[in-house]
């Protein structure tokens, strides 16, 4: 297993503030890398600069052996395979569940093809029997899975989850997991950004710590939660560190 | 040529204090709803005819009109904002687009069904006065509606930046749930905020009556200057207004003067699709890729 | 559900019959003329549907698409005697490169700024129609020559032919808007509508697509402009190329209903037969205009789907997968 996505010495700064400061770390093909900190450590900054919607003050971005330059456009990243869902699930609101990944889908193929695609998609994801809903009238959960089935019609080898499971109860983050799992062993990479430590421990098989823009630390996910600087950056936080 | 030139150049820049003016209303309400109000032309026009009104009345020169003027457009606002904008709160900018252009249609028409199309004058001896420079004139009243234009938008500096007001406009221009955490009344910013960039389209108004007939398609050159103005100066920014309202009366005056007297529109249009493949968020816009 | 569905184009193709026939019961030119006008409007919008509805990119000045379309015909055919049908493809190239030229300037851009540039682009081609007058005749304007009836001329002696042409250029419109609908393009159009940092984040080039269909919409605009200026058989500055066609476009697309295929048409018939009859009470000017602005503010904050959205079944199906939803979540 090669490694997918290198990210060495990111930096960005908005108005003097730097969001995100020398970040280095690298995700190999095939597995669920988890990028956690304290809100406002940097993580979704890192996501957006890797999707290409900020650009970085400096850095290299490496993806699949090449380097991203810093000009290549939203579109154009997501067609190299770099997929994202948002915090907050977008999902066109005009179109049925069926249209949303149906229409992504012909990006990659002919129209009968891109059927059968999404019929597929749909089962996987479970939407199966939404397909002819509006999507603006889905609740939240079935509105995160239709982001992360909109990106797996973009045929991703790596797809950038942010906060999936934020918001949902035990049974629906459960079901989650597994659809999350489903994803992976599609072969699809997964950086899994989350304030969830259950889900990290129970998916992921490596962590990154960011705090304050910083890289923190770094290692398996149960150690991770247990180093003391990671329970100091969470202290005071909302979260349940160490995975209980 | 040089003559023609400078000419051109004076009376544009005079012209584009009109832009100007009516911009900063604009950007205003911009400022502070994040919504652009395609309704301010024919508000204008009502500008005009309240200007108009108050002078079949009582026979006095227009600049005595402004208090009268500034209550009915006040007045005006208020109602467009009860009915109009406020039930779009919330909803996307297309609405709003959508909205405050059948607004200024149905304003426009409705002054042509009141007033007639015949255009109306209002006399007065500083119509046709003019103050000599060397060989450039410059009229009375464009200067006039210039010095008013720079008053008012210090005034509007003034507000925003030195009084309460001003801060609760700011601070919800920024971030209006954070304002409203704060206890600021966003709504009642809102209206405030359309209020005052409806009375600066009716002052627009006012001050043109000497320059201008009184039609109900007077409004229809804002339409397009004004509206480009404030693109190319940069949307929401005063500074951006200013600067944009003159730069849009001055190349206005040089095509208009120099080229042809009726190829004005097509000047500023090509100057607005310049700025936008150069310099897209304007000249004093901020620059950033947004998420 | 089926048989719903064969109903419904049942009533379709009985509508059209009942056009076709139409003319044969009605003697004097005053109502077909009228409906003429329908068609034209519900042709035009259903255009501006195309990049105004479908890609909720609201354009004003789609009456320049129809004054070039309308000029290239006149123009050809008063001085060089060309047959309004070969002057199709200089209209729509013009369109083409106009619409090439607006649309580079403000697609990379969110906000107003597309509506504002073709506010002002539209107010530059009417100033330049007006001043290449040795070319347009200038603010004055086009008569057609009329040589007698000829079809080739696009001349007749009644509107009953521009009846006949209308109804087919408003099905042309509308099946070269399905088609679109369908494509690749189409699909990508309606996901940029819906949200277009998703669109983009997931691999749509969102430039490209709003500029094809804007050109699209802008040449098929041009092509209903060239046989509408054969049936008024006097085109001005004015009443071609001015913002308030632009604006009446817009109107009878969205009153009817945005992002529909049917709503256009709608849209046409409602609005135009409503200011023929309020223009009856207020006179031509200013009294029935306003009712275009009333229409617009009315259906946007009462009913932004528009008016076909009254003659839908309410949704069936989508409250019963509702229910679904909500039975999967307790």
């Not at chain 2, 040089?2 to 900063?24: D, E, K």
């Not at chain 2, 009375?199 to 397009?224: K, Q």
């Not at chain 3, 184009?9 to 409906?35: E, H, T």
């Not at chain 3, 199709?88 to 697609?107: C, E, K, N, R, Y």
Request: neutral net charge; hydrophobic residues 50%; contains cysteine.
């Amino acid at each position: 297993m090669g490694t997918l996505l290198d990210v060495n010495d990111l930096s960005i700064s908005f108005g003097g503030i730097k969001a995100v400061q020398n970040l280095n770390f690298h995700i190999d093909t095939g597995e669920v890398l988890a990028l956690i900190g304290p809100n406002g450590s940097g993580k979704s900054t890192t996501v957006n600069m890797i999707a290409g919607i900020y650009i970085p003050d400096k850095g290299i971005i490496k993806y699949d052996g090449h380097v991203i330059p810093n000009k290549m456009d939203i579109a154009n990243r997501a067609k190299l395979g770099i997929a994202r869902t948002f915090q907050t699930p977008r999902p066109f609101a005009n179109l049925t569940v069926y249209d949303n990944i149906y229409t992504i889908a012909l990006l990659h193929n002919k129209y009968t093809e891109a059927k059968e695609i999404t019929n597929d998609i749909l089962k996987l994801t479970k939407l199966d029997n939404l397909r002819n809903t509006n999507s603006g009238k889905l609740s939240i959960e079935k509105r995160k899975w239709l982001d992360l089935a909109r990106t797996m019609a973009t045929r991703p080898k790596l797809i950038m989850m942010d906060e999936v499971m934020a918001g949902l109860n035990p049974a629906e983050m459960e079901a989650s997991l597994d659809l999350i799992r489903a994803i992976n062993k599609e072969g699809i990479t997964v950086l899994f950004i989350e304030h969830v430590m259950k889900a990290v421990v129970s998916v992921c098989t490596r962590a990154i710590v960011l705090n304050q823009g910083k890289l923190l630390c770094e290692g398996e996910p149960r150690e991770v939660l247990n180093n003391p600087d990671v329970v100091a950056a969470y202290l005071g936080g909302e979260t349940d560190v160490a995975g209980n | 040529m040089t003559w023609v030139f400078v000419q051109s150049l004076i009376s544009g820049i005079l012209s584009g204090g009109v832009y100007a003016l009516f911009g900063v209303g604009i950007t205003i309400i911009f400022g502070v709803m994040k919504m652009v109000d395609f309704s301010a032309c024919s508000q204008l026009v009502w500008g005009m005819y309240f200007t108009w009104i108050f002078y079949a009345v009582t026979g006095l020169n227009c600049y005595y009109a402004i208090p009268f003027v500034v209550i009915c457009m006040g007045a005006l606002a208020f109602v467009i904002f009860k009915l109009i904008v406020r039930p779009l709160l919330g909803s996307n900018d297309t609405s709003f687009i959508l909205v405050t252009l059948g607004l200024s249609y149905f304003l426009q028409n409705l002054a042509e069904f009141v007033f007639g199309t015949d255009p109306k004058t209002i006399p007065s001896p500083i119509k046709t006065s003019s103050i000599q420079i060397g060989e450039y004139t410059i009229g009375l009243p464009r200067f006039i509606a210039f010095c008013a234009m720079i008053v008012l938008v210090f005034a509007v500096y003034a507000l925003l930046n030195k009084t309460t007001l001003g801060r609760a406009m700011r601070a919800t221009a920024e971030k209006p749930e954070v304002a409203q955490m704060l206890g600021i009344n966003t709504k009642k910013t809102f209206t405030i905020a359309f209020m005052i960039g409806v009375i600066f389209a009716g002052i627009s108004g006012l001050l043109i009556t000497p320059i201008y007939y009184v039609t109900p398609t007077s409004g229809s050159m804002f339409r397009t200057a004004a509206y480009i103005a404030v693109i190319i100066g940069g949307l929401g920014d005063i500074k951006g207004a200013l600067v944009g309202g003159i730069v849009i009366g001055v190349i206005e005056g040089l095509v208009t003067g120099m080229i042809s007297n009726d190829l004005g529109p097509v000047g500023i249009g090509l100057a607005l699709l310049l700025v936008l493949y150069i310099r897209p968020q304007g000249f004093f816009g901020k620059g950033e890729r947004r998420a | 559900m089926k048989k719903y569905l064969s109903l419904k184009s049942m009533i379709k193709i009985g509508l059209l019959v009942v056009a076709l026939i139409f003319p044969l019961f009605v003697s004097g030119n005053y109502v077909i003329s009228i409906l003429v006008n329908c068609l034209f409007f519900a042709a035009m919008a259903e255009c501006w549907n195309i990049i105004g509805g479908y890609g909720g990119q609201v354009s004003w000045c789609h009456a320049s698409f129809v004054a070039i379309g309308a000029y290239s015909n006149f123009i050809l055919s008063n001085d060089f005697g060309i047959t309004p049908f070969l002057s199709l493809p200089l209209g729509i190239g013009i369109s083409f490169m106009l619409a090439a030229v607006i649309g580079h300037a403000t697609f990379r851009l969110h906000g107003p700024y597309f509506s504002v540039a073709t506010i002002a682009c539209g107010e530059a081609v009417r100033v330049l129609i007006q001043y290449f007058d040795k070319i347009t005749k200038g603010a004055a304007g086009i008569y057609v020559s009329y040589k007698g009836a000829d079809f080739w001329a696009l001349t007749f002696e009644n509107d009953i032919p521009f009846y006949y042409l209308g109804i087919i250029v408003l099905l042309l419109t509308v099946l070269v808007t399905y088609l679109f609908t369908k494509s690749k393009t189409g699909y990508y159009l309606s996901a940029i509508k819906g949200d277009e940092t998703a669109a983009e984040s997931l691999g749509i080039e969102v430039f490209k697509v709003k500029l094809t269909a804007f050109q699209l919409s802008a040449m098929l605009s041009s092509v209903v402009g060239c046989f509408y200026a054969s049936f008024l058989t006097y085109i001005a500055p004015t009443s071609t190329a001015s913002f308030d066609l632009s604006m009446k476009i817009g109107v009878v697309a969205i009153v009817g209903g945005v992002a529909s295929l049917w709503g256009p048409v709608v849209g046409g018939f409602i609005v135009i037969l409503l200011i023929e009859a309020t223009s009856v009470f207020f006179g031509a000017a200013g009294g029935s205009q306003m009712i275009y602005g009333l229409l617009l503010i009315v259906v946007i904050i009462f009913k932004p789907e528009g008016i076909i959205a009254l003659f839908r079944k309410n949704n069936a199906e989508d409250s019963k997968n509702m229910e679904l939803d909500k039975k999967e979540e307790a």
